[in-house]
């Protein structure tokens, strides 16, 4: 939670109208495949929704029944749903193009419900907050609960999701926003104190792209107190780093069994990935794919030959990138054929191009010669 809380900006207003779904709307909406013991709802949203009415309806339904819930909103759709998004039996929540009203709730309370959510998805919705709000969360010691959000997930998407203020700047007083800027440091600090750690064991999938209001504190948050054991896919498309963030350089020891990690999109100038040695002796057969596609990249490590060498090879697929047609550009070239020794069905990499002031064009990667290096 605390990562969103630095995704909050001054919106307008926003006024929503209060209404009730009853049991027979889930009824309708929720049929049931009892081979599956499952309920699949499917639910569009042309005025608003309340999650703790779909909550309420959820707690009746026998204890072994499962629930998975998709939600898709019109441009009026307005889904009210309090982190953490607990609901009995609830294992499949996927929610488009909403508006998501009550997101930080006021109740920073236990639910008594277990962690249950198997895959989350948020996408292209616009989480409304009150400002107020959120400068109180900044100086509140948050639960395990609240703090980790549901530790049962496999897979986590958070795509193109924005921010909007129910408050007019003039509701908000200069004295409120200094005491934000004061208590930044210690926030920041924050996780040194905590006696817990967030457990991920299960999740496997992360995308949290297309964003333009990711902190660059957002890895740091993420990785201090929490542990990602098995995550394989981590999507970061779009979200305009102009670095890499230390933690990924780390990779290998804050996500051991990253398998792809898409960096796309961004304007990435150089890179990274050998920092902190991995725990593990034992070499693996299938590498790390890099994906640092359409980024801003111009310049090739010195030690790009050690991309092979370690216990886990790491395949950097710089397409799209200004690469000059030079020694460096011939560095790389000679890490990619290595690679496609290994590897060929990353065959697309030969492919790649540098730009020569030379002959005024694009060369590809394998056509590249250069008598002077």
């Given at each position: 939670?605390?990562?969103?809380?630095?995704?909050?900006?001054?919106?307008?207003?926003?006024?929503?109208?209060?209404?009730?779904?009853?049991?027979?709307?889930?009824?309708?909406?929720?049929?049931?495949?009892?081979?599956?013991?499952?309920?699949?709802?499917?639910?569009?949203?042309?005025?608003?929704?309340?999650?703790?009415d779909?909550?309420?309806?959820?707690?009746?339904?026998?204890?072994?029944?499962?629930?998975?819930?998709?939600?898709?909103?019109?441009?009026?759709?307005?889904?009210?749903?309090?982190?953490p998004?607990?609901?009995?039996g609830?294992?499949?929540?996927?929610?488009?193009?909403?508006?998501?009203?009550?997101?930080?709730?006021?109740?920073?309370?236990?639910?008594?419900?277990?962690?249950?959510?198997?895959?989350?998805?948020?996408?292209?919705?616009?989480?409304?907050s009150?400002?107020?709000?959120?400068?109180?969360?900044?100086?509140?010691?948050?639960?395990?609960?609240?703090?980790?959000?549901?530790?049962?997930?496999?897979?986590?998407?958070w795509?193109?999701?924005?921010?909007?203020?129910?408050?007019?700047m003039?509701?908000?007083?200069?004295?409120?926003?200094?005491?934000?800027?004061?208590?930044?440091?210690?926030?920041?600090?924050?996780?040194?104190?905590?006696r817990?750690?967030?457990?991920?064991?299960?999740?496997?999938?992360?995308?949290?792209?297309?964003?333009?209001?990711?902190?660059?504190?957002?890895?740091?948050?993420?990785?201090?107190?929490?542990?990602?054991?098995?995550?394989?896919?981590?999507?970061?498309?779009?979200?305009?780093?102009?670095?890499?963030?230390?933690?990924?350089?780390?990779?290998?020891?804050?996500?051991?069994?990253?398998?792809?990690?898409?960096l796309?999109?961004?304007?990435?100038?150089?890179?990274?990935?050998?920092?902190?040695?991995?725990?593990?002796?034992?070499?693996?057969?299938?590498?790390?794919?890099?994906?640092?596609?359409?980024?801003?990249?111009?310049?090739?490590?010195?030690?790009?030959?050690?991309?092979?060498?370690?216990?886990?090879?790491?395949?950097?697929?710089?397409?799209?990138?200004?690469?000059?047609?030079?020694?460096?550009?011939?560095?790389?070239?000679?890490?990619?054929?290595?690679?496609?020794?290994?590897?060929?069905?990353?065959?697309?990499?030969?492919?790649?191009?540098?730009?020569?002031?030379?002959?005024?064009?694009?060369i590809?990667?394998?056509?590249?010669?250069?008598?002077?290096?």
């Amino acid at each position: 939670m605390l990562r969103h809380l630095f995704g909050i900006i001054v919106g307008i207003n926003l006024i929503l109208a209060v209404t009730c779904q009853s049991r027979s709307f889930f009824d309708m909406n929720c049929p049931q495949n009892k081979a599956a013991n499952l309920r699949k709802c499917e639910i569009f949203v042309d005025s608003r929704i309340d999650f703790i009415d779909f909550g309420k309806w959820t707690s009746e339904l026998e204890s072994t029944v499962k629930v998975s819930l998709d939600v898709t909103c019109s441009k009026k759709g307005v889904f009210s749903l309090p982190w953490p998004m607990k609901a009995r039996g609830l294992i499949k929540l996927n929610v488009k193009g909403c508006v998501l009203e009550g997101f930080f709730p006021e109740s920073l309370t236990p639910t008594n419900l277990k962690d249950e959510l198997q895959e989350l998805s948020l996408d292209t919705c616009v989480i409304v907050s009150n400002l107020k709000r959120v400068i109180y969360l900044f100086n509140t010691p948050l639960t395990k609960e609240i703090d980790c959000g549901q530790q049962t997930l496999q897979r986590s998407v958070w795509r193109n999701i924005s921010y909007m203020s129910t408050n007019n700047m003039e509701d908000v007083t200069i004295d409120q926003f200094l005491k934000v800027f004061s208590s930044f440091e210690h926030f920041l600090n924050r996780p040194k104190q905590i006696r817990y750690r967030c457990k991920y064991s299960n999740l496997k999938y992360i995308d949290e792209s297309i964003s333009s209001t990711r902190s660059k504190y957002s890895f740091l948050l993420m990785t201090a107190y929490a542990d990602f054991p098995k995550l394989h896919t981590f999507r970061w498309i779009d979200n305009g780093y102009r670095s890499i963030p230390q933690e990924l350089i780390d990779w290998r020891k804050y996500f051991p069994q990253l398998k792809l990690l898409d960096l796309s999109y961004n304007n990435v100038t150089k890179f990274d990935f050998l920092g902190a040695p991995s725990s593990e002796t034992a070499s693996k057969s299938e590498p790390l794919v890099v994906d640092l596609s359409q980024n801003s990249v111009a310049e090739i490590p010195i030690n790009m030959p050690d991309y092979l060498t370690g216990s886990v090879p790491i395949i950097v697929d710089l397409t799209g990138n200004p690469l000059r047609c030079d020694c460096n550009f011939l560095r790389y070239k000679s890490y990619v054929m290595n690679a496609l020794k290994r590897y060929e069905k990353y065959e697309k990499l030969s492919r790649i191009t540098c730009n020569s002031a030379i002959k005024h064009r694009k060369i590809q990667l394998v056509n590249y010669r250069n008598n002077n290096c």
